[in-house]
T-cell receptor, first 114, second 110 residues
Framework: EPEVTQTPSHQVTQMGQEVILRCVPI?????FYWYRQILGQKVEFLVS????????KSEIFDDQFSVERPDGSNFTLKIRSTKLEDSAMYFC????????????FGPGTRLTVT | QKEVEQDPGPLSVPEGAIVSLNCTYS??????FMWYRQYSRKGPELLMY????GNKEDGRFTAQVDKSSKYISLFIRDSQPSDSATYLC??????????FGSGTRLLVRP
């Protein structure tokens, strides 16, 4: 069964450093998303991406965040200057259709900022 | 009032029991409703997807949506220890963004 994959599974970084989280969405999906989950809190939407453009973003997704589809299979989330409060699980998701839910999530990358 | 409310549990039941998990919401624009299962430190796994009011069944799982009451439910029949996880409801208006509940932790005792 096709699935979303994410690398690395765990990333430790120092405050102020840049990190790139990588995702390979399901191959026939065209809509991609990033969510985060701070320990003990809800899953929160960050951004959605289609056709090399951001289609929607939350207030969390400020100038320190960026997303990119660098090639035909990968989708990345970059955090330019990490803060302690960026420590969370980051989930990539993809969907075949937009705006209707039915998003499939990857296993997540646990980001620890020290 | 929170957009999506979900009892955090934990809910502890014996193996074989019928489990009822619920969410309420405040935004009448929500049209698409999902239930995800999340094991500890793993990604949410899509279990059920529904649109509009009514019931949808898939194996041991039944999802129910009552838009007039702004209330959705997930029923699990013949619960198994492997069903022990956190269950998240999610919904969307439609939008690219899913709005999640806080999750209900379920423990099925052998």
């Amino acid at each position: 069964e096709p699935e979303v994959t994410q690398t690395p599974s765990h990333q430790v970084t120092q405050m102020g450093q840049e990190v790139i989280l990588r995702c390979v969405p399901i191959s026939n999906h065209l809509y991609f998303y990033w969510y985060r989950q701070i320990l003990g809190q809800k899953v929160e939407f960050l951004v959605s991406f289609y056709n090399n453009e951001i289609s929607e973003k939350s207030e969390i997704f400020d100038d320190q965040f960026s997303v990119e589809r660098p090639d035909g299979s990968n989708f990345t989330l970059k955090i330019r200057s990490t803060k302690l409060e960026d420590s969370a699980m980051y989930f990539c998701a993809s969907s075949e259709k937009p705006l209707m839910g039915e998003q499939y999530f990857g296993p997540g990358t646990r980001l620890t900022v020290t | 009032q929170k957009e999506v409310e979900q009892d955090p549990g934990p809910l502890s039941v014996p193996e074989g029991a019928i489990v009822s998990l619920n969410c309420t919401y405040s935004n009448s624009a929500f049209q698409y409703f999902m239930w995800y299962r999340q094991y500890s430190r793993k990604g949410p796994e899509l279990l059920m997807y529904t649109y509009s009011s009514g019931n949808k069944e898939d194996g041991r799982f039944t999802a129910q949506v009552d838009k007039s009451s702004k209330y959705i439910s997930l029923f699990i029949r013949d619960s198994q220890p492997s069903d022990s996880a956190t269950y998240l409801c999610a919904m969307t208006p439609p939008s690219y963004k899913l709005i999640f509940g806080s999750g209900t932790r379920l423990l099925v005792r052998p």
